[in-house]
């Protein structure tokens, strides 16, 4: 804890906190009002429909899983990429029908889109039917606007272009199990010129430390045993704390000192900002995963300065090489986007040299795509769809024979899995993640019960699982019996074998 710094929660009762539990009744005038949510894009969007609907379920609606059937229907939306807004804005259109049809329904859409640059009116013209639109800015006010929706002749739209200040103590709905996702910052203030985040999510906010270690310790008492860090750009977390000196790194050792977790990952990061000392914290640590997702982009130098990423092959590099150092079980994973602006011929060969050289365990990986109002969208040099096309063929080809050479690697090891439960597709298989973030599926018969260490009983649990089999996404594995955790594992077994 630092001096100057105030780490304490913040006190109940902030701004829109005062829910009416009779509100969902009042605006549909009938008993037990039912709501739907339909969420796109990243873990940030789904837990912001975890606070979505908490909030409603406050007010006194209740979920339901049709969307026919519910009283309020909301879209929770992206923007990252045009064909996720096509999808969206075809989803949203389709509902016109039962607009007509049961006219009292309430529609909304939320999230990035509205955010957008030209959004609202191309919503409107796509969609005229809604009810409501809102932003990511002014969330909690999702009452007050439905209150309005219920009673206005026309639709009710609120977008912020300001962020306004962080708001606490917002409750959220989270699904049964083992992990959860706590958001730790807002925003993002890196400018780089084909992403419309800094325009959909505002500025970098930062969460009182104090709030989320509370969080935290109350999802771990909860019985989570994994929690999932979020934010824009987890790394600059704290640099709006300035003068006090409190960092991500900070953050993950106040975290670590919480009993009955087990496990925290974070996501998403930038190169620029995962400092030396940020790697430290993490070797360090007991509950930190040894998983990195370290978005590069581009192999280029010269496309990396096109793109404004703030740092150079070389940088990326060396960055690498000290997780490397310190985190020797590390997996390491990565963003790629081909196609970009002027991107020639030579540079996507840096892409794929840059691939052969860190050897990522994973990468997901994209085609440019033009996003109005950023900058690359005013770029010359656009390529034409076969080109990136092909790039992303070849980039995907050489990345997924990787993929599975470093899979193939755990292939005799034992690896600690935490459990999530038995798998879509064979009640009998059990299906977890090991500290590297990499499917485990073994062996758990479902017909077992407690003496033998059926599913029930082994989901939540820390299982050691000797990996049998390996395809490029998922590992296969048997339970090593009579052996609890990571800490028996590592007695049990020669250093060299037992890995994240």
């Known amino acids: 804890m630092l001096e100057g710094l105030d780490l304490t929660p913040a006190p109940a009762g902030a701004p829109g906190l005062q829910i009416d539990a009779a509100a969902a009744s009042r605006i549909h005038r009938k008993a037990d009002p039912s709501y739907y949510i339909e969420t796109y894009g990243c873990q ?23 969307l026919e059937a519910a009283d309020l229907i909301l879209f929770n939306t992206c923007a990252i990429r045009e ?47 809604l009810d409501v639109v809102f932003g990511t800015h002014n969330l909690y006010r999702l ?47 890196k400018k780089c010129t084909y992403c419309v985040v800094p325009y959909t999510r505002g500025k970098e906010r930062s969460r009182r430390p104090g709030e989320i270690v509370e969080e935290v310790r109350g999802l771990a008492a909860q019985g989570y045993k994994e929690v999932t860090l979020l934010g824009q750009n987890v790394n600059s977390y704290g640099k709006d704390f300035a003068p006090a000196a409190y960092d991500f790194g900070d953050l993950l050792l106040d975290l670590d000192r919480i009993q009955d977790l087990e496990r925290v990952r974070f996501m998403t990061s930038h ?12 070797a360090q640590s007991r509950v930190v995963c040894e998983q990195f997702h370290l978005p590069v982009q581009s192999g280029s130098n010269r496309t990396l300065k096109r793109m ?32 970009f602006p002027g991107e020639t011929e030579e540079e996507f060969q840096d892409t794929l040299s840059l691939l052969r050289e860190v050897e990522f365990d994973s990468a997901y990986t994209f085609s440019f795509s033009v996003r109005e109002g950023t900058p690359a ?25 990787i993929s599975r050479r470093r899979m193939m690697a755990a292939v005799g ?30 062996e758990g018969p ?19 699982v000797r990996i049998t089999e390996a395809r490029t996404w998922t590992l296969y594995g048997v339970r090593r019996e009579n052996e609890l955790g990571r800490r028996q594992l590592a007695e049990a077994a020669p250093a060299e074998e037992v890995s994240a």
């Open 83 to 129: 064909h996720a807004v096509e999808r969206t804005l075809g989803r949203m259109a389709a509902l016109k029908r039962l607009k007509y049809v049961k006219p009292e329904v309430i529609i909304g859409v939320g999230g990035c889109l509205p955010q957008q640059e030209g959004a609202v009116e191309r919503i409107k013209k796509r969609a005229p039917h």
């Open 413 to 442: 090891s034992t690896l600690e899995v935490l459990v999530e439960g038995p798998s879509d597709k064979n009640p009998d298989v059990l299906s977890g993640r090991d500290r590297g973030g990499r499917l485990v599926l073994f």
């Open 446 to 464: 479902a017909s077992a019960g407690a003496a033998s260490g059926g599913p029930g009983v082994l989901t939540g649990q820390l299982v050691p």
């Open 44 to 66: 940030m969007n789904e837990h912001d429909s975890e606070v979505m609907a908490g909030i409603l379920e406050k007010m006194g609606y209740r979920r339901v899983p049709e």
């Open 143 to 189: 009452p007050q606007l439905l209150e309005s929706a219920q009673t206005s002749e026309y639709p009710v739209i609120e977008v912020w272009d300001a962020e306004g200040e962080v708001i606490e103590n917002l409750p959220a709905v989270r699904p049964e199990g083992v992990k959860a996702w706590v958001t730790i910052a807002y925003g993002c203030d």
């Open 308 to 339: 404004l990423r703030g740092y150079t092959r070389e940088k990326y590099l060396d960055l690498v090489n000290y997780v490397h150092d310190r985190v020797p079980n590390a997996v390491i994973t990565t963003d790629i986007i081909v196609g």
């Open 271 to 282: 190169p620029r900002d995962f400092t030396r000392k940020m790697v430290d914290a993490i």
């Open 377 to 401: 969208a005013r770029m010359k040099g656009h390529l034409p769809e076969e080109v990136k096309k092909d790039r992303l063929n070849r980039l995907m080809e050489v990345q997924n024979e």
